[in-house]
């Protein structure tokens, strides 16, 4: 018998290939409709583990594709032609809080190693 991290890892990684798909709320599916294919699987398969583990993870308003002028806007002191979120190939997770009704971001960047395992290197407050 398998434990249940190794099953939702395997499962995460038959939805990384494109074997499996999950849906998530209508909010997170729009955004995730405007990523790349293959990140879009990425991201789908990061949110499943999340969520499996009991945190209530979401893609931020802005998360997928955004235009230079919406990048601009979100982050300022960023050249817009340096973000992967132009090609759709990056994305940004919320871990909602239920207790203090707060939420923190967790960028990604598609060298970034399964966002380190599902654990978060950037974080913003």
Same mark, same amino acid.
């Given at each position: ?13 038959k939805i990384a290939r494109g074997e499996?798909?999950? !849906? ?5 599916? =729009? ?11 990425? &991201? $789908? ?33 960023r050249a817009a032609s340096a !973000? ?5 190939? =990056? ?11 707060? &939420? $923190? ?21």
């Amino acid at each position: 018998m398998i434990s249940k991290r190794t099953y939702y890892v395997k499962v995460a990684q038959k939805i990384a290939r494109g074997e499996m798909t999950v !849906s998530f709320r209508k909010k997170t599916e =729009a955004q995730l409709r405007t990523l790349h294919p293959r990140t879009q699987r990425v &991201a $789908r398969a990061h949110l499943y583990l999340l969520n499996a583990h009991g945190i209530d993870a979401r893609l931020g308003y802005m998360s997928g594709t955004r235009t230079a002028t919406e990048h601009q806007r979100i982050e300022p002191g960023r050249a817009a032609s340096a !973000s992967y979120h132009l090609a759709g190939m =990056a994305y940004d997770i919320k871990i909602y809080d239920h207790k203090n009704g707060s &939420a $923190r971001g967790c960028g990604s960047e598609p060298e970034q190693v399964f966002m380190q395992r599902s654990g978060c290197e950037q974080w913003e407050g």
